[in-house]
């Protein structure tokens, strides 16, 4: 089955400590993995798109990592903000389709 | 500015009444697509359009219901035969190929009072 799970389900952290959030997933064919911001109430935001060859790819202080091979994604926030408070999704494009599997997300609290 | 317009960003509708959603982008974007956003869920696709006068049913259709007779503009009415419209709805559109972005609007919270 396609699927894309996220851990962990929420994160509380201070501000200024660096976080990472995981994502594995079973879709199959690949076409590629991306990683959206969505603040609360609002729609998702895109932070990083990888392809199959690409092992990291940045985005200011957000850093994604690529592992094809085992099907795992991270996404690293260095130097958090409170602005960086949000919900964290990852989300894998199945190949052939235009079809999007997104996983449930992992909510990011950043306190001061 | 260029982007993807969602109206309204808040709906209240009665049990039984059919409501229609506004979906508008000026990226001059062919692919248009509805996701319903759950509590505890990942998005999940209601219907999607890759050209004018064409859509296909995605993984939750049935309820709803779409038009697209330009480019621009991709409505959802969500029917009286969903049996659980209260969500959070999202349109997104992008250009047609495998590494591009999707471009999301900010919502519409449909309330069934």
């Known amino acids: 089955k396609n699927q894309v799970e996220q851990s962990p389900q929420s994160l509380i952290i201070l501000e200024g400590k660096n976080c990472t959030l995981q994502c594995n997933y079973t879709v199959s064919p690949f076409s590629n993995l991306r990683w959206y911001k969505q603040d609360t109430g609002r729609g998702p935001v895109s932070l990083t798109i990888m392809t199959f060859s690409e092992n990291t790819k940045s985005n200011g202080r957000y850093t994604a990592t690529l592992d094809a091979d085992t099907k795992q994604s991270s996404l690293h926030i260095t130097a958090s903000q409170l602005s960086d408070s949000a919900s964290y999704i990852c989300v894998v494009k199945r190949g052939a389709t235009n079809k999007l599997i997104f996983g449930t997300g992992t909510l990011l609290a950043v306190q001061p | 500015d260029g982007g993807i317009t969602q109206s309204p960003k808040y709906l209240f509708r009665k049990e039984g009444q059919n409501v229609t959603l506004s979906c508008e982008q000026n990226l001059n974007h062919d692919a248009m697509y509805w996701y319903r956003q759950d509590p505890g869920q990942g998005l999940r696709l209601i219907y999607y359009?890759?050209?004018?006068?064409?859509?296909q049913k995605g993984d939750i259709a049935e309820g709803y219901s779409v038009s697209r007779e330009k480019k621009e503009s991709f409505p959802l009415t969500v029917t009286s035969a969903q049996k659980n419209p209260t969500a959070f709805y999202l349109c997104?559109?992008?250009?047609?190929?495998?590494?591009?972005?999707?471009?999301f609007g900010q919502g519409t919270r449909l309330t069934v009072v």
């Open positions: 359009s890759q050209i004018v006068n064409d859509f």
């Open positions: 997104a559109s992008s250009i047609e190929g495998r590494n591009t972005e999707a471009f």
